[in-house]
């Protein structure tokens, strides 16, 4: 019986995510209206846009927002005095199982996963004509470049914190040093800037009926990242609030632009799908 129920939770484990994108294709039908999102070149200026405005940001912040950031700060800031403690919590309660559960989640924070399932939502959503689908994939490249490779890097290099792995203090911070990479987790922000993708544009079609899903997988990935000792309580904490705040901002963003009267559709690539060997091949057309 025990086995068996070890077996139900690492395949709810693995299905965690891909369950979402599941959700995702339920909303693929595409809503009328909506502009067609802009073409490769379009869409590195639209990155590198949000690139530019992420520094003035808080700026524009409203007291609520204030106070949120403040909550993240408190609660990374008093996790640090804990971080050791709940470090040998999970070295003191290893089991196979929760190997087994960690090694099947843990890529759902890097490019492992989430390039299959982002790149299967995108050639998906062109070969059903689903503008759902491809906002999805749009906005979570961005949000999961922007947190986990911009702004968690950046982060590290201030901080310059080594990887509970290596066995030093945890209160030991060298600033400005490269390869002390610790502080805070990438996979961590980039499974929260995805799961936040996902929650906000399927809102419009499941209301919050999702959210136990998306951010299920992304709890998932920051408890691995305790379990595998790659990461302290403090650095899943600031990475997941990294990664939600960013993927919230992008998914959110009002990108509706005046389109000239008479002007003509923008011409967009044909898609299909057919069956290849144990698999789908995706051809393209222009």
């Known amino acids: 019986m025990l086995r068996t129920v070890k077996r139900l939770l690492i395949g709810a484990a693995r299905a965690g995510l891909p369950a979402a994108c599941v959700l995702a294709a339920a909303a693929a039908p595409a ?25 003035s940001k ?133 499974a929260f800037a995805l799961a936040s993708v996902l929650d906000v544009d399927l809102r419009d079609t499941f209301g919050y009926w999702h959210l136990p899903i998306v951010y299920g997988g992304a709890i998932a990935v920051a408890n691995s990242r305790l379990y595998d000792r790659k990461h302290y309580l403090s650095e899943v904490i600031l990475g997941g609030a990294i990664g939600w705040a960013v993927g919230t901002w992008v998914a959110s963003k009002d990108r509706e632009a005046p389109v000239k009267a008479g002007a003509p559709a923008p011409k967009e690539p044909k898609v299909t799908l057919r069956p290849y060997h144990y698999g789908l091949l995706a051809s393209m057309k222009f």
Do not use: C
Request: proline fraction near 7%.
């Open 31 to 55: 809503v009328s209206g909506e502009r067609p999102l802009p073409d490769p070149v379009g869409y590195g200026k639209r990155i590198f846009g949000d690139i530019k405005e992420l520094p």
């Open 58 to 190: 808080p700026g524009s912040w409203s007291k609520g927002q204030w106070l949120l950031a403040g909550s993240v700060v408190a609660a990374t800031g008093g996790s640090l005095f804990v971080d050791d403690s709940v470090a040998d919590y999970y070295d003191t309660h290893r089991q196979e199982y929760l190997r087994n559960i960690s090694m099947a989640v843990t890529h759902f924070g890097d490019s492992k996963y989430q390039v299959p399932v982002i790149s299967g939502l995108w050639v998906t959503g062109y070969a059903l004509g689903s503008m759902k689908l491809r906002k999805i994939a749009a906005d979570a490249t961005e949000a999961s470049m922007i947190a986990a490779l911009m702004i968690n890097p950046t982060i590290n290099y201030l901080t310059g914190r080594a990887l509970p792995s290596s066995g030093e203090s945890p209160s030991r911070f060298k600033p400005f040093t490269w390869h002390r990479y610790s502080f805070p987790s990438g996979h961590t922000a980039a």
